[in-house]
């Protein structure tokens, strides 16, 4: 696997897993590969439409302002021989 087919299969793998949530804009945005593990570890960044919950958190007057939608970002590990994913994970750090 190169690195073109480790970005396809992660941002495949990202909507599969959250196309039901309304995930769009899936981009790319770091790749790394680890010689030990033969891993891939791909970051890919997508918008999802925010919860109900989170609009009502921004309270009555700020939902109408707040955005619709947030920005996600997971850290794909696809394994090199075969090309399958092992673990979707949000960064550490992120959101």
Do not use: C
Request: net charge negative; glycine share 8%; no cysteine.
């Amino acid at each position: 696997m190169d690195d073109k087919q480790a970005i396809e299969a992660a941002k495949s793998a990202i909507a599969d897993l959250f196309g039901g949530e309304g995930a769009t804009q899936i981009s790319f945005e770091e790749i790394e590969f680890d010689e030990a593990d033969r891993q891939w570890r791909v970051a890919i960044d997508f918008y999802r439409p925010r919860t109900n919950l989170e609009a009502h958190l921004f309270g009555n007057n700020a939902a109408a302002l707040a955005p619709r939608y947030r920005r996600d970002r997971r850290v794909v590990t696809i394994a090199d021989a075969d090309g399958r994913v092992l673990s979707v994970k949000e960064p550490l750090g992120y959101g």
